[in-house]
């Protein structure tokens, strides 16, 4: 009788590890599929914010709060025609400037683009230091007679010339013959 009493305590025993076994692994499925579900309700990336000055410091401090780390943009300041004219397509235009006003805060460059093409550069700048200009401008490829809607890409460098930023503006050229 001591056997069955043994085998009998033996298969609580059993039943007892099973039961722990089975609420472990429902403890860890539930643990996983919470965890999943915080990951998707995480905030998602925000894109495309424009900054100014009279949302600059709730934007740093948004992304402060969300965890981000926030770098200070370069500052800039466009000066320049936005209408250049060209007599020919190979021509130096005598209108077409562009300044890098001292009180910006970095050196630039640009490069101009067809707005229905910005695979191709039309022109690539030198660098403008802060406080220099460039005029006398010739297209590094010459356009056809005709009215072409443009895009002009600043990049802000640091001191090594790497680009910390980018500014986007529209403007026209037109080429005369």
Not at 111 to 132: H, K, M, T, W
């Amino acid at each position: 009788m001591s056997e069955k009493v043994k085998e009998g305590k033996n298969g609580k025993i059993a039943v007892l590890v099973c039961a722990a076994v089975i609420i472990a692994l429902l403890g860890i499925i539930i643990f996983l599929l919470a965890s999943r579900k915080e990951e998707k309700e995480e905030t998602p990336e925000r894109r495309n914010v424009i900054v100014n000055e009279s949302n600059a410091e709730s934007v740093a401090e948004q992304m402060a709060e969300e965890g981000q780390e926030y770098v200070e943009p370069g500052y800039y300041t466009v000066s320049m025609n936005t209408d250049w004219h060209f007599t020919k397509g190979d021509a130096v235009s005598d209108d077409a400037w562009v300044d890098n006003l001292a009180e910006n805060t970095n050196d630039v460059y640009f490069d101009v683009f067809l707005l229905e093409n910005e695979d191709e550069a039309i022109y690539q700048s030198p660098v403008i230091p802060r406080g220099g200009y460039l005029e006398q401008i010739a297209l590094d490829k010459p356009l056809s007679k005709g009215k072409y809607d443009c895009v002009i890409v600043y990049h802000l460098v640091d001191d090594e010339q790497e680009t910390i930023s980018t500014l986007r503006v529209a403007f026209t050229i037109t080429v005369d013959s």
